[in-house]
């Protein structure tokens, strides 16, 4: 499957954005997706992970209750809605796929597809 992620962006602290990763193929739906993050001179970190369906999500700490992972197998993308966003949450985003089983997975190791990445920019 090949990633493409867009909607990275400058925004304020305490504003919003919402990134796309549209996938090719069509088996879409038996992928499941993650989001990481890696700010400069720092290690790439995850973010968020959705099942198959998009039933059931799973959030680090430091986005839980402001960032949404959600996913639309018809249009064969995901999305992450970004709320109240901080300075520290500028980084480099990048969606990422995995049919290895289980869908909650936080270790970049265990994603095999990876986007290009989208810059998101947080100023304060």
């Known amino acids: 499957v090949q990633l493409q992620a867009s909607g990275g962006g400058l925004v304020q602290a305490g504003g919003s954005l919402r990134l796309s990763c549209a996938a090719s193929g069509r088996t879409f739906s038996g992928y499941a997706m993650g989001w990481f993050r890696q700010a400069p001179g720092k290690e790439r970190e995850f973010v968020a992970a959705?099942?198959?369906?998009?039933?059931?999500?799973y959030y680090a700490d430091s986005v839980k209750g402001r960032f949404t992972f959600s996913r639309d197998n018809a249009k064969n993308t995901v999305y992450l809605q970004m709320n109240s966003l901080k300075p520290e949450d500028t980084a480099l985003y990048y969606c990422?796929?995995?049919?290895?089983?289980?869908?909650?997975?936080?270790?970049?190791?265990?994603?095999?597809?990876w986007g290009q990445g989208t810059q998101v920019t947080v100023s304060s």
């Open positions: 990422a796929a995995t049919n290895r089983g289980s869908w909650r997975r936080r270790s970049d190791n265990d994603y095999d597809y």
């Open positions: 959705i099942s198959w369906s998009g039933g059931s999500t």
